[in-house]
């Protein structure tokens, strides 16, 4: 297969063409941000699992070694930016749309950087896919582009699916990003080689690298390392927001990925150049995950540019070191102008998706005006690139009605921010479909628990009712066998008490004739001796004649 830059795409619906404030940070080459006196590592995991600790407190580590290991199969494993001292693992402040704090190891560096890496498999095509996958893992590497995604999980999704399209991303179409900009016209080779790894492990047969038609240095820089690749280059035109992953299959291929579905299911692997690069560190050179990246840009800085920065590295360092006029920032964004988080701190570290910090001017970023009412202009819906209807979305979100978000497909909205971009009663709509999209997964949550609670329910009812059949089956048995033995025994019994019964009679008959032989005799005995009385009676002296003689 040659490469090619000329073929047509599939025209995206919707978008918009905003400033993109690239120029600014594409001066000057990539340049490393010095080791700050802590780096705060987030051990955050993609399901929101806790991690497992891989350390202690007061515990030396060396550049690369494992801190934290996922506690699930979508876990990810995080490193040791640097050698240095474990000071403490605590909450701390993140860059994060809930501004909750998460866990973290606050790391003292020794100064040394002293690496361990991993042992490298340079001649990668050597080892199957399921080693290459186990590496990628063991690397922590997951999505630099924003989603964050363990690249392992994608992909043995990949294998479980059979992909047969390969779709590296390199569009980076959201306005004040320059990161991958840099890093293709720096470290092209690294990149293809990556590629080359992804198209080993999923068996891909077709592989498209996507770059959006204003970045004319890194186009020249990957068309030259492409060359004899086998891998299709192909210049899409720049609009926002082409990068998304399914509007960018649609661009590239023509085919539409369903709702609700996953692009691999539907036989294409997605993969951001930086991550590409970032395999292939791990795979070639056993490097793990431990720094990206990093633009940093607005005019409020006197050098905006792109940095090589440490995870953990805490963004006020990056602002000191890009010379900050704090006098002149009027807000602080993580990621880019259109889908980042406004920082309200800048004591908060950099992430592995951190691929922009912005602080900019009132006039490079204004303050957002105040809502209005809506006026149903339909600006929203011109732009709207997954044909959604935002208006309607934005009352149904507003009156709290998550089962009509629901049938509007809420669930479809990239957050792309689009329709608040052109909205002129400047409504936030992406925020009011944010909070929807959380409330809905608060409201099926909850709905879930309660299926389940209602189930342990009926389970502990089924198993009770089975319990009171069982024993009265139990008394049935034991009543049964009860009178089969007293059938058993009842004749001897009444046997003997038939013996028994006739002796008593034939004893009580004797001792009656006893008793009446007795009573005869007594009764003769008496009569004797009343008749001897009588006899002796007739002998004695009359005692009143015995008293008138004295
Ligand atoms: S762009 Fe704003 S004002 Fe216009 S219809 Fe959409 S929400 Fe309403
Ligand atoms: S934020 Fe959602 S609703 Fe608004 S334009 Fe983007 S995809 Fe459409």
Redesign the pocket.
């Known amino acids: 297969m040659s490469t090619s830059t000329t073929r047509t795409v599939w025209p995206i619906p919707g978008g918009i063409y905003p400033l993109d404030h690239k120029q600014q940070s594409l001066g000057t080459a990539i340049r490393q941000v010095p080791l700050p006196s802590q780096l705060v590592i987030a051990l955050r995991q993609p399901s929101h699992a806790p991690a497992v600790l891989c350390v202690n407190v007061g515990d030396h580590v060396s550049k690369g070694q494992c801190l934290a290991q996922g506690s699930d199969a979508t876990g990810l494993s995080i490193h040791a930016s640097t050698s240095g001292t474990v000071l403490a693992i605590t909450e701390h402040a993140v860059p994060n749309e809930s501004g909750l704090p998460e866990l973290c190891v606050i790391l003292q560096p020794d100064g040394e950087n002293h690496w361990t890496k991993l042992p490298a498999l340079a001649d990668f095509r050597n080892y199957d896919a399921a080693r290459l996958i186990s590496r990628i893992a063991e690397a922590g590497i997951c999505g630099l582009g924003g989603g964050a995604m363990p690249s392992a999980t994608k992909l043995r999704a990949a294998l479980l699916n059979k992909v047969h399209t390969l779709v590296i991303n390199a569009c980076e179409c959201e306005p004040f990003i320059t990161c991958d900009d840099a890093l293709m016209q720096a470290s092209a080779d690294d990149i293809v080689a990556g590629i080359q790894i992804l198209l080993h492990i999923s068996a891909a047969n077709r592989c498209v690298f996507a770059i959006e038609d204003n970045k004319p240095a890194a186009l020249n820089a990957m068309r030259a390392a492409l060359t004899d690749s086998g891998i299709e280059l192909v210049v899409v035109p720049s609009i926002y927001p082409s990068g998304a992953e399914k509007l960018l299959i649609y661009s590239l291929t023509g085919s539409e990925i369903a709702t609700g579905t996953l692009a691999v299911e539907q036989g294409f692997l997605c993969f951001n150049v930086s991550t590409a690069h970032a395999i292939a560190r791990a795979v070639v050179h056993g490097e793990v995950l431990v720094s990206r990246i990093t633009t940093i840009t607005g005019s409020a800085l006197v050098n905006p540019g792109n940095y090589c920065v440490l995870l953990g590295t805490p963004i006020n360092e990056l602002l000191k070191h890009a010379a900050v006029d704090q006098t002149k920032v009027s807000s602080l964004i993580h990621g880019g102008s259109l889908t980042g988080i406004a920082l309200t701190s800048n004591n908060v570290p950099v992430l592995a998706t951190s691929a922009c910090v912005i602080a900019s001017t009132a006039a490079e970023i204004p303050a957002a005006e105040p809502e209005?009412?809506?006026?149903?202009?339909?600006?929203?819906?011109e732009v709207c690139p997954v044909l959604l209807l935002?208006?309607q979305l934005?009352w149904a979100s507003k009156s709290e009605q998550l089962q009509q978000a629901t049938t509007l497909n809420l669930h479809d909205c990239i957050e792309c921010g689009a329709?608040s971009y052109?909205?002129?009663?400047h409504?936030p709509?992406v925020q009011y479909f944010r909070a929807t999209k959380a409330d809905i997964r608060i409201a099926e949550e909850k709905l879930l628990m309660a299926n389940q609670s209602r189930a342990r329910f009926e389970f502990h009812q089924a198993r009770k009712a089975a319990e009171k059949i069982q024993e009265e089956q139990r008394r049935a048995t034991r009543a049964t066998l009860a009178h089969q033995q007293l059938e058993q025994t009842a004749t001897p019994s009444l046997a003997q008490a038939a013996i028994a019964a006739a002796m008593a009679r034939v004893k009580a008959k004797k001792a009656l004739q006893d008793f009446a032989a007795a009573v005869d005799a007594a009764s003769n005995n008496l009569t004797t001796a009343d008749s001897q009385a009588d006899n002796t009676a007739a002998y004695l002296p009359n005692p009143d004649q015995q008293d008138d003689s004295r």
């Open positions: 209005q009412n809506c006026i149903r202009c339909g600006f929203c819906t935002p208006q934005y329709c052109v909205c002129p009663s409504i709509l």
